[in-house]
Every structure is written in C-alpha cells, then in structure tokens.
C-alpha cells in the first residue's frame, strides 16, 4: 500500500504572500522616488502572479533606470526574504512525514521566486517534493499539474490523496478534479455559492495539518 500523499499551495497557504507583497511594493516604490498612486498600481500588477514580464512593464511605465533582469532578481531576493512559513506549520509538515505521508508542494508561479521563498521560509528541505508551474506549463488547476506534483512525491494521483489550499477555483476545483480529497483554507471568506464544496474548511495551514493527522490516525486503527 503506497504512502499517504498530501500536497499544499505555497502562497497564501504556507506563507502570507499578501502580507509580504505590500511589504515589498511599499519598500519598492519608495526606493524609487514613486507617488501612493503608484504603489497602488504596482501592487495591483503583481497581486495575482510576478514574472519577469511583468517588470519589464513596471520598468517602462515608470521609465526606471535599471534593467528588467535586474528589477526582477531583486524582487525575488526581496520576497524571499520577506516571507515566512510559521513555527507551527513547519513542525506540522515534519510531524506529517514521521506518521508516514509523502508531503509535497504544488505551487503555480515562476520557478525562480517560489524555489526561492521555499528555501527561505525552511519547507524545501520538509518536503518529499515540490512541482512549480512554470517548471513544463502546467498551471492549476490542470489535472496535469497535480499529476507532475505527485510525481515529485514518488507517487501517483491514481493512489488518491489531498490537496491543502486556499484558492477555490486552482486548488480545490483543481485537486477534486485531479482525484484528490480537498481541505480549503479559508481565511474567514464564505465559500463561493454554488461552487461544489471542499471536503473540509479550516482557518490556516496548522488546522490543515491536525486534520491530516487525525485523518491517518483513524486510518491506522481501523486497518490494524
């Protein structure tokens, strides 16, 4: 019988990406001398996803001196270093590996910056594996992307599984589709309504975690 396999989104799942992005986007539009305006407007650029691209268009609009390798190279180190998996979590993706789960990350973005935020918050070395989107141009919620993940795992979707996010649409509709159970983290939002439900909603990663562990615990006892 193949391992338990589990896999979490990075952003907003793991770590606080919106804490630190405007962290970011206030450090970075006063470094470069730019007005409230336009640190509204650059928030609002790189809310959603960064990729080089798109500093290659916050370099022309705003006619910045410095090359778009070079604005998107600090981004990375910037976010990297802003960023943070918390205490607990990090001990909870550890307790998971010890009772027995392949733990993994499923992450969409560009390779660079999301390798760079799992290194920096401690999960890269916690992990049995991690597929980023931009690895082969498979996004979730493409069953593919899962598939890829579970791969990084040592397992296969078709052993079934859990998908721990907080996206509605990229995680949950995503890992349903994919064949995985769904645990939704729901950051005190209503569930969109006539949205097939998650299996479980929980307030943050940690709850994730005990649910998981509950989870195979009670697989244990009526298996042995």
Same mark, same amino acid.
């Given at each position: 019988?193949?391992?338990?396999?589990?896999?979490?989104?990075?952003?907003?799942?793991? &770590?606080?990406? =919106?804490?630190?992005?405007?962290?970011?986007?206030?450090?970075?539009? /006063?470094?470069? $001398?730019?007005?409230?305006?336009?640190?509204?407007?650059?928030?609002?650029?790189?809310?959603? !996803?960064?990729?080089?691209?798109?500093?290659?268009?916050? *370099?022309?609009?705003? *006619?910045?001196?410095?090359?778009? /390798?070079?604005?998107?190279?600090?981004?990375?180190?910037?976010? /990297?270093?802003?960023?943070?998996?918390?205490?607990? &979590?990090?001990?909870?993706?550890?307790?998971?590996?010890?009772?027995?789960?392949?733990?993994? &990350?499923?992450?969409?973005?560009?390779?660079?910056?999301?390798?760079?935020?799992? =290194?920096?918050? $401690?999960?890269?070395? !916690?992990?049995?594996?991690?597929?980023?989107?931009?690895?082969?141009?498979?996004?979730?919620?493409?069953? *593919?992307?899962? /598939?890829?993940?579970?791969?990084?795992?040592?397992?296969?979707?078709?052993?079934?599984?859990?998908?721990?996010?907080?996206?509605? &649409?990229?995680?949950?509709?995503?890992?349903?589709?994919?064949?995985?159970?769904?645990?939704?983290?729901?950051?005190?939002?209503?569930?969109?309504?006539?949205?097939?439900?998650?299996?479980?909603?929980?307030?943050?990663? !940690?709850?994730?975690?005990?649910?998981?562990?509950?989870?195979?615990?009670?697989?244990?006892?009526?298996?042995?």
């Amino acid at each position: 019988m193949q391992p338990p396999l589990v896999l979490f989104d990075l952003d907003n799942t793991l &770590v606080d990406r =919106r804490g630190a992005l405007a962290d970011w986007t206030a450090g970075f539009t /006063a470094q470069h $001398g730019l007005g409230d305006e336009d640190q509204a407007n650059v928030l609002d650029m790189v809310a959603e !996803r960064a990729y080089p691209s798109t500093f290659d268009v916050i *370099r022309t609009r705003y *006619r910045l001196p410095i090359s778009t /390798a070079e604005l998107w190279r600090a981004y990375c180190t910037d976010i /990297a270093a802003l960023v943070s998996c918390q205490a607990e &979590v990090l001990d909870g993706l550890d307790e998971l590996r010890a009772a027995g789960w392949r733990v993994g &990350v499923a992450t969409n973005g560009a390779v660079d910056i999301q390798r760079a935020k799992l =290194r920096a918050a $401690g999960i890269a070395e !916690r992990v049995d594996g991690v597929f980023v989107s931009g690895e082969a141009d498979a996004r979730k919620p493409q069953t *593919r992307h899962f /598939a890829l993940a579970a791969a990084r795992c040592g397992t296969e979707l078709g052993d079934g599984g859990w998908m721990v996010g907080d996206n509605p &649409v990229n995680d949950i509709g995503g890992g349903r589709t994919a064949g995985l159970s769904t645990i939704w983290i729901g950051h005190d939002r209503s569930w969109p309504p006539n949205d097939p439900g998650p299996d479980h909603t929980v307030p943050h990663a !940690r709850a994730a975690v005990d649910l998981l562990l509950l989870h195979s615990a009670g697989h244990t006892r009526t298996t042995t």
